[in-house]
């Protein structure tokens, strides 16, 4: 592995802390607020602030011509709606430690994906890989089947947004872009974040905007963390990380949010869980830690 800068490793530790304690904080907000109200608003102004950055930086930020905008909707759709819209459902039927477990089966999805329709070669390391995440799901599976009020239903909304975002990723690898990818990004959450919000205003009860003080401080982290500062931190390292090390930052985010789920949420992780979650470890070490995949090619959010 590479070795990091100090400003490199800082900056890397802060993003998984971000992105790992994410999940119980999004779990938070679901107390109070429906889900598709939650992810639109918060999404429409992560876009906002994004759109104010990366345009003080001098960046290209309107798409032009057919292409990029085609580019905007073609991998808006698994990256950021699919992923983000069947994320958030999912997290309100499951404890958040374990939809981020689920969540971050993506990379072997990706290469699965990669095998069956885009002729890449079937390793062993993927059979493995393949064969550990089909562990960890049924370990959950069966937990969900066996508990009173148990939500199988999520652990399967859990893996549509997986595959969402694996297919993304290839999209993003395969695509040959020329919009700056901070600008497609903002993009595809403000597309993104139009159809959400149609889709609360169809689906959803009206929302009552009078929250306690924990569900502000929610909203605040979504918007200013998730949607905002780790997005940041993500383009300033994305281009210099090595594989290896965009590999170690995707295993530890579960971690964290199966660990902080307890203190955030009082939500306490059963055996099911831990046996899960190294499951994923395995199974991400696998796929990613010796892969040449170029950092960064993944520019969702997440």
């Known amino acids: 592995m590479t070795a990091l800068s100090r400003r490199q490793l800082f900056g890397l530790v802060v993003l998984t802390l971000m992105w790992g304690l994410n999940w119980p904080m999004m779990k938070l907000s679901l107390r109070e607020m429906s889900p598709l109200h939650f992810r ?6 992560g876009a906002l602030g994004l759109w104010l950055v990366f345009r003080a ?5 309107v798409p032009k011509g057919r292409r990029e905008w085609r580019d905007v909707v073609v991998l808006g759709l698994p ?9 958030i459902v999912a ?18 999805w ?14 062993r390391r993927l059979i493995i ?17 066996v508990q009173l009020g148990g939500s199988p239903t999520g652990i399967l909304w859990m893996q549509g947004a997986a595959f969402c975002w694996a297919l993304g990723t290839i999209w993003m690898q395969r695509a040959k872009l020329t919009l700056p990818a901070e600008a497609l990004v903002v993009w595809m959450m403000v597309l ?20 306690s003080a924990p569900m502000w401080i929610s909203l605040v982290w979504a918007v200013a963390i998730n949607y905002g500062a780790s997005q940041v931190v993500w383009f300033r390292l994305a281009r210099s990380l090595p594989p290896s090390t965009s590999a170690m930052s995707l295993m530890a985010t579960p971690l964290i949010g199966i660990l902080s789920a307890p203190l955030i949420l009082g939500e306490w992780p059963r055996w099911q869980d831990l046996a899960a979650v190294v ?18 090619a993944d520019s969702s959010l997440r």
């Open 40 to 45: 639109s608003l918060t999404m429409a102004l």
């Open 57 to 61: 930086q001098g960046l290209r930020m």
């Open 79 to 87: 990256n950021v709606l699919g992923w983000h819209g069947l994320s």
């Open 91 to 108: 997290l309100t039927q499951l404890p958040a430690g374990r939809a981020a477990i689920l969540g971050f089966t993506m990379p072997v």
């Open 110 to 123: 990706t290469v699965l994906i990669a095998v069956l329709f885009y002729r890449e070669p079937l390793t």
């Open 129 to 145: 890989a393949v064969a550990a995440v089909l562990t960890g799901i049924a370990l959950l599976l069966g937990d969900e089947l």
């Open 192 to 211: 993104s974040s139009a159809v959400l919000a149609a889709m609360a205003w169809a689906l959803e009860p009206a929302q009552q905007w009078h929250f």
């Open 279 to 296: 499951c994923v470890l395995v199974a991400i070490s696998a796929v990613l830690l010796k892969r040449s995949a170029k950092p960064g």
